[in-house]
């Protein structure tokens, strides 16, 4: 098995590199999860509920 710096070398990635895509995958995370909570309040019928 290869080292992470290794694999992070070969690809060209280094620290800063992979913290922003970290920081991207985070933002489309809570993208989501806010999109799933929306359609939750929602209910089964579709219609907003309260």
Request: glycine share 16%; charged share 20%.
């Amino acid at each position: 098995m290869r080292p992470a710096a290794d694999i992070a070398g070969a690809e060209g990635l280094g620290v800063p590199e992979l913290v922003a895509e970290a920081a991207l995958l985070q933002a489309r995370l809570d993208w989501f999860q806010a999109q799933l909570a929306r359609l939750g309040e929602r209910g089964p019928g579709g219609a907003p509920q309260g």
